[in-house]
């Protein structure tokens, strides 16, 4: 863990940014410094004294000048135990608190929930939209807390529209646009589903420059269950008459079990229906920061593409 914290810091990695994966091991833990304070992700059942050892690591830090103040692990290893976040070490804050990644801030929160609500392997495609997005019309789906949208609204966009199906992290996107002190009359946010909402926009004729997709791979509303396995043709079928000719539509899914063959193949014939030409302009995959051995790479989970529709 010491050296993976070491060639971060020589990368400048911790410049200009208060959070920062610091150590990957995608069978086991994840560790992720949001300022002074560590949140670790358990996904398998650890050695006895993995989280000491840890715990301990993460006390010695002082990443930004200031030591760790507390250390968190969310406990994915069992179904049962993604109930609520356990303090290992210390005193994390008890309300959301605001930080800083590439000079945007964002709200993030320790105390209850599965997940702080910034995903750090994102972290590329919020720079990108933080310079890419003056005067375009962006739609975020499947949004979250709303992270893409404030570095998109950031960028100068002239409006963006947040989607997610959960009404708790609407409300927790609208308030990281408050918190970044971004025009309201540029944002629109919708508590609804996916499946209900863009055939709407498709009627209304609404268009967009940019459009951001990051489904989960499975989740359950009242119109039944979505899979990214199985629902993302359709999903992209919606999605293509709502983006301008010119216009790029970043998607990408977070599953092992969903291959990039089938991705692409379910995009490709979603744009053979339409007659719409998609040009690949760059794949996505895990940042920098995200340390991956050449045994890792198999379970390379993040697959995606910025993709410019052309006609």
Known sequence: MKNSFVWRKKLGLLEN???????????????????EHAW????????????????????????????IKSVVLMDRSQVASEKEVQTLW????DSRFSLTENGIPYLIQLHEGKHPGLFLDHAPLRQWLSHTQSGKRVLNLFSYTGSLSVAAGHSGADHVTTLD???????????????????????????????????????????????LCDPPSFSRSKNGV?????DSQRLHELILPLLKVGGILVTSINSEN???????????????KFKANLKVLKRIDLPESFETSTRDLHLRYLKGFYLLKTN
């Open 258 to 272: 969903y291959t990039e063959g089938a991705f692409l193949k379910d995009i490709h014939a979603a744009g053979e």
């Open 226 to 230: 979505f899979s990214t396995n199985k």
């Open 17 to 35: 940014t208060e959070t920062l994966r610091i150590f990957y091991d995608p069978e086991t833990i994840a560790i992720d410094l949001f300022q």
């Open 40 to 67: 670790i992700t358990q996904w398998a059942k650890l050695r006895p004294g993995v989280l000491d050892q840890a715990v301990a690591f993460l006390k010695e830090l002082s990443p930004w000048g200031t030591p």
């Open 90 to 93: 210390g005193s994390p804050p």
């Open 165 to 211: 199906l959960s009404k708790s992290t609407i409300e927790w996107a609208e308030a990281n646009w408050v918190n970044a002190k971004l025009d309201p009359e540029h944002a629109r946010f919708i508590y609804g589903d996916v499946f209900e909402w863009l055939p709407k926009f498709i009627k209304k004729g609404e268009q967009y420059d940019t459009i």
